[in-house]
């Protein structure tokens, strides 16, 4: 894979703590641990930041060890919709919550923590957790982020309409989030852009079809994040995306690991470059260095704001190049 380039990338969705990542795949071992691997694949790429994805209370206790190991790793803290039920199998929801609110402000002050989530509603599915605990528990994790005054990393699983409800309800209680791992129809995509403090997150899943693509197009791109949601959501040569993907990296079965080679069939960061490359494919964009940077910006003013100041702000703005 040839160097990157100025290309600076964010990936806003990565599942460090799935088993597949210290090599075990459906319970059994088939590869040593390969974390450093990954991360030194994914900075050759040009990814300068990773978020650790978080999605039950040890889950983001587990996303905030692996986040410290690295000064370019950051997590979430929150719950999956699919695992709320833990508040309530913990036997007491409300100490449960202020756990959760402890390893937030515990992150937070490490510098690590910078949204909370995943949360939202998943109703596909349902045979996890049903949809009224779901709803319960998507409402009461908007207390961890206007307590935090963190951003918001959001899940939206064929249930629309019950999302937007809980976020017009809540919006002054959030200042700004993303809609994660997008799939939706046309008329999802618009509801959630409705909203002017959300973005929406591309990974594979995606851009699978010639529909997905064409929803994408009337995806502003200063409303848009990349991420890849690994190991899973990786870009297959049967999506409607291959055909703009322009960048590879040679792949190997589990089964014979090498660990110059990324997995075949396991999603890792640095192929968030190809969500990037799908993007300016079906949108037309040729300047993909300067979709890039927008990409870039967009994660910024939401996760990281420290980084940006206003003379960048204004030239990011404007559309200039900096170079």
Same mark, same amino acid.
């Given at each position: ?80 919709? =699919? ?27 490490? !510098? ?64 700004? !989030? ?22 929406? !997150? ?78 300016? !494919? ?11 940077? =927008? ?26 190049? =900096?170079?």
């Amino acid at each position: 894979m040839a160097s990157s380039g100025s290309l600076r990338m964010i990936d806003i969705a990565v599942n460090f703590t799935d088993g597949m990542f210290r090599g075990i795949y459906n319970g059994k071992q088939y590869h040593v641990a390969d974390i450093a691997t990954v991360l030194s694949r994914a900075w050759s790429a040009g990814v300068d930041r990773i978020i650790v994805t978080g999605g039950s209370l040890e889950e983001s206790k587990e996303a905030l060890s692996i986040a410290e190991t690295d000064a370019r790793l950051f997590c979430t803290v929150g719950v999956h919709p =699919t695992r709320c039920k833990e508040f309530d199998d913990s036997g007491d929801p409300e100490r449960h919550f202020q756990a959760l609110l402890s390893l937030a402000r515990e992150g937070v002050d490490k !510098g690590k923590v910078v949204a909370v989530g995943e949360c939202g509603l998943d109703y596909d599915r349902l045979h996890f957790c049903p949809a009224e605990i779901q709803q319960k528990y998507f409402e009461k994790q908007f207390e961890l982020a206007h307590a935090m005054k963190l951003p918001m990393f959001l899940h939206m699983r064929a249930a629309a309409e019950d999302f937007c409800n809980i976020l017009e309800r809540n919006k002054h209680r959030f200042f700004s !989030g993303v809609a994660h791992s997008f799939t939706g129809s046309a008329e999802d995509r618009d509801r959630l852009l409705s909203f002017d403090n959300l973005f929406i !997150g591309l990974n594979g899943c995606s851009l699978r079809t010639a529909e997905n693509l064409e929803i994408v197009k009337g995806i502003p791109i200063d409303r848009l994040m990349i991420e890849t949601d690994s190991p899973y959501c990786e870009i297959k040569n049967t999506h409607a995306g291959i055909e703009y993907v322009q960048s590879s990296w040679q792949p190997k079965k589990k089964e014979k690991y090498d660990p110059e080679c990324v997995v075949k069939g396991r999603n890792e960061p640095c192929l968030v470059r190809q969500v990037l490359e799908v993007v300016a !494919g079906c949108k037309g964009i040729a300047d993909i260095g300067q979709l890039g940077k =927008t990409m870039y910006h967009n994660t910024c003013r939401v996760f990281f704001p420290q980084d940006l100041d206003s003379a960048a702000d204004a030239i990011l703005a404007s559309g200039q190049n =900096t170079s």
